[in-house]
């Protein structure tokens, strides 16, 4: 008699996009009777969906996996796959190296997964790690039965046509494909209908994003923005990650126009030299990066500006990093990521002579000094106004609120009442550099 795989444990790594996918996997199944636990030694399926953006990612997966060999020693009828961007990126290897993974899955393909969770019950081995051009989520569909979030992703767009010297992703998640402005109106009407009050527009390149309409022509973001905003119920909306390409006139000016688009924008810019903008191939000069912004901020001037950095490319000096501090200075992020440069197999800086780590350590300690300084300022900045909360979820304490400001900062809110899924007036009190305390103005 075969175990038939009922209960699904899935542990996620990596970007938005990733956690999107857990989610709306781990939905979908819900209908096919398969659910949610806590634990992976409770479940039938576990599901690792990878990462592998920087760093040994599939080192840890095979560590991980070691820990998960444990558990099926305890229970041999637990199967394991492996999904997500090493899925794709390893393969076949996989399989090989780790006896106990019964499937892996590219993130192109998981809406197979209902026929492919079959197969493995059966006891077949699977890798399937095609490009396909199906729209996966919609095969993949929201159950009904869930109450969501007041804040919520959706995927618009996916992989990326940009080939920066250093990225994985054009080879992990495939061809810059945008889905259907029809279906995604009709998924973000759903998700607002089940509680969703804040939506955050999810993409690689997300201001890529181009699709047909039915009716005829092609919608850009700003149009796709335009139109989810109409639903009425929906109070806010931020998209995540844009191209310093894509910054399209049109979406600059929707951040003076269109309320419910939240004034913060995630603009990577890299690297402020412009040598090494051009060796990671990012099609775009550091001059023309200060003039999106400075456009953006004529048109909103409280725009909150984030960014990624990689330090200690390869053949970066000292004064192309002191230009990359420079630019800190310049724009004063609200908030931004850096991370060390990490050679990955496939892309083309890979063959580049890698910087000695002490130099890339010492380099990432010194823009996160500078990142820090201004996220605080920032923060520090907001003490004493009024901003308008969108309460998430309970706090650790009783009656604690956890919300975001418009620009994305925590904020933490005692109340009486339950106040989670609304957007309320509250007065800053003070900040600890990373999260913001406030009180609600009655
Ligand atoms: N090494 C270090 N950081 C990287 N990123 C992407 N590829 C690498 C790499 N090879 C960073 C970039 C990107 C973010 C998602 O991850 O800053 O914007
Ligand atoms: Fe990677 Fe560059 Fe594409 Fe971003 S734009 S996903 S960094 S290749």
Redesign the pocket.
């Known amino acids: 008699m075969v175990k038939k795989i009922e209960k699904i444990f899935v542990k996620t790594y990596g970007?938005q996009m990733n956690v999107f996918d857990s989610d709306r996997i781990t939905d979908s199944l819900i209908d096919f009777g398969i659910r949610k636990v806590k634990e992976p030694q409770w479940s039938d399926l576990i599901l690792l969906n990878t990462c592998h953006?920087?760093e040994k990612a599939a080192e840890k997966v095979y560590s991980e996996l070691g820990r998960f060999k444990k558990i099926k020693r305890e229970n041999p009828e637990i199967k394991i796959g492996v999904i997500g961007c090493v899925a794709q990126a390893e393969g076949q290897e996989i399989m090989r190296r780790a006896e106990i993974v019964d499937m892996v899955l590219g993130p192109q393909v998981y809406h197979r997964l209902p026929e492919i969770i079959k197969r493995i019950q059966d006891g077949e081995r699977v890798v399937d790690t095609d490009f396909t051009l199906e729209d996966k989520f919609e095969k993949l569909e929201h159950s009904k039965h869930v109450k969501r979030q007041p804040a919520a992703f959706l995927t618009v767009q996916e992989g990326c046509d940009k080939f920066c010297s250093?990225?994985?992703v054009p080879y992990t998640r495939g061809a810059e494909a945008s889905r259907s402005p029809e279906v995604l109106f009709k998924e973000a009407k759903e998700l607002v209908t089940s509680g969703v009050r804040e939506l955050t527009l999810l993409g690689q390149n997300v201001n890529a994003y181009q699709a047909p309409r039915k009716s005829g022509g092609l919608l850009d973001l700003a149009g796709l923005i335009k139109e989810i905003c109409t639903i009425s119920d929906l109070k806010r909306l931020r998209f995540i990650?844009s191209h310093p390409r894509d910054m399209t006139i049109d979406l600059i000016k929707l951040f003076g126009e269109e309320e419910k688009l939240m004034p913060y924008l995630h603009l990577?810019i890299?690297s402020g030299s412009d040598r090494i903008l051009k060796r990671m191939n990012r099609g775009h000069t550091v001059r023309a990066y200060i003039e999106t912004i400075d456009r953006l901020r004529e048109i909103r001037s409280d725009i909150a500006i984030s960014s990624?950095?990689?330090v200690g490319f390869p053949g970066e000096t000292e004064e192309d990093f002191s230009l990359t501090l420079d630019i800190c200075d310049k724009i004063r992020y609200a908030q931004a990521?850096s991370?060390?440069?990490?050679?990955?197999a496939g892309?083309p800086a890979y063959e580049r002579a890698d910087l000695p780590e002490e130099i890339k350590v010492k380099r990432l300690m010194r823009l996160q000094e500078k990142l820090q300084i201004h996220q605080s300022q920032f923060q520090t900045n907001l003490v004493e106004t009024v901003q308008e909360i969108l309460i998430e979820k309970h706090g650790k304490f009783s009656n604690q609120y956890l919300g975001r400001s418009p620009y994305m900062n925590p904020v933490v809110i005692t109340s009486r009442e339950d106040i989670i899924g609304k957007i309320i007036k509250v007065r800053i009190v003070s900040s600890n550099g990373l999260s913001l305390f406030g009180e609600p103005v009655t």
């Open positions: 970007c953006i920087r250093f990225c994985v990650t990577p890299q990624d950095f990689i990521y991370f060390k440069y990490s050679p990955r892309t």
